[in-house]
């Protein structure tokens, strides 16, 4: 089993930069394929970006493509979410997943482990 902590949201004004990490504990974190999804108010939660066990290959959804890039550490059990010229619509709950296969997916119910989320918030 796999904890995961999310920190580093916030509040930030349109154009801004945040870095989400997300730290893991318990079993060895380089097995896992690990992704970010997020939640704004009143929508599905959807995938943002994800990046496969060895860090070489990495997924982003449209709307996040040129703004955003994921990292991973996997000596520090870390994943790391680099978010770039944000907007308002980018204004959101952001969950790290953990996912045995070594496949990005973008379907909430392939991952098994979760953190708690952290709040992103864009004012215009």
């Known amino acids: 089993q796999v904890q995961l902590v999310e920190s580093g949201g916030g509040l930030v004004q349109a154009g801004g930069s945040l870095r989400l990490s997300c730290a893991a504990s318990?079993?060895?974190?380089?097995?896992?394929?690990m992704a970010w999804f997020r939640q704004a108010p009143g929508e599905e939660r959807e995938i943002v970006s994800g990046?496969?066990?060895?860090?070489?290959?990495?997924y982003f959804a449209d709307s996040v493509k040129g703004r955003f890039s994921i990292s991973r550490d996997n000596v520090g059990n870390t994943v790391y979410l680099q978010m770039n010229s944000l907007k308002p619509e980018d204004t959101a709950v952001y969950y790290c997943?953990?996912?045995?296969?070594?496949?990005?997916?973008?379907?909430?119910?392939?991952?098994?482990?979760w953190g708690q989320g952290t709040q992103v918030t864009v004012s215009s």
């Open positions: 997943a953990a996912r045995y296969w070594d496949v990005v997916s973008s379907k909430q119910s392939d991952y098994v482990y």
């Open positions: 318990g079993r060895a974190f380089s097995t896992y394929t």
């Open positions: 990046i496969r066990k060895s860090g070489v290959s990495t």
